[in-house]
T-cell receptor, first 109, second 111 residues
């Protein structure tokens, strides 16, 4: 079974603070993704990557940056967190069949 | 506007009944469809994929695809309480491109 690990699993941040969500995959997949999930919206694509050094904007990239320093690691960075970014964030790797991490619940107060 | 629309938003079926879920893409570039299942508090996991017109069956699960109308449907026969979950439809222009997800159908199977 493909393995995708996210950290932290739960995070409480203050408005204006910086938040980094990390993702590690041991599947040797080129493609990695960050989605957020809110009730009524399903999964919305924030950023994705085709490999180390590459990041691409998804449907809702505003307020988020991404970093792919290696094949295994893909981070999502919120430089100035806002309450509207309170959500559950999922990292995934793969093509077609995606393998998801367990999710990171972020609360911005 | 989301590229993938799902209906209904929620569905309640009795145990042993048939559940039918629908998904349509508004993006004429998509060519590939997947169905994912997400149990409460868990991450999504791929259930089935379909890339060609027609029907595909795996156990109690059947998916249909009509490429002309960009419509796919998932049918679950003999529904079980363990089938209660959020079902997400995803579409992509190719098997190697990003996946766009719908907002999901919440299925509840009542004993």
């Amino acid at each position: 079974e493909a393995a995708v690990t996210q950290s932290p699993r739960n995070k409480v941040a203050v408005t204006g603070g910086k938040v980094t969500l990390s993702c590690n995959q041991t599947n040797n997949h080129n493609n990695m993704y960050w989605y957020r999930q809110d009730t009524g919206h399903g999964l919305r694509l924030i950023h994705y990557s085709y490999g180390a050094g590459s990041t691409e904007k998804g449907d809702i990239p505003d307020g988020y940056k991404a970093s792919r320093p290696s094949q295994e690691n893909f981070s999502l960075i919120l430089e100035l967190a806002t309450p509207s970014q309170t959500s559950v964030y999922f990292c995934a790797s793969g093509t077609g069949q995606l393998y998801f991490g367990e999710g990171s619940k972020l609360t911005v107060l | 506007q989301q590229k993938v629309q799902q209906s209904p938003e929620s569905l309640i079926v009795p145990e042993g009944g048939m559940a039918s879920l629908n998904c349509t893409s508004s993006d004429r570039n998509v060519d590939y469809f997947w169905w994912y299942r997400q149990h409460s508090g868990k991450s999504p996991k791929m259930l089935m994929s379909i890339f060609s017109n027609g029907e595909k069956e795996e156990g109690r699960f059947t998916v249909h695809l009509n490429k002309a109308s960009l419509h796919t449907s998932l049918h679950i026969r003999d529904s079980q309480p363990s089938d209660s979950a959020l079902y997400l439809c995803a579409a992509s222009p190719s098997n190697y491109n990003v996946l766009y997800f719908g907002s999901g159908t919440k299925l509840t199977v009542e004993p």
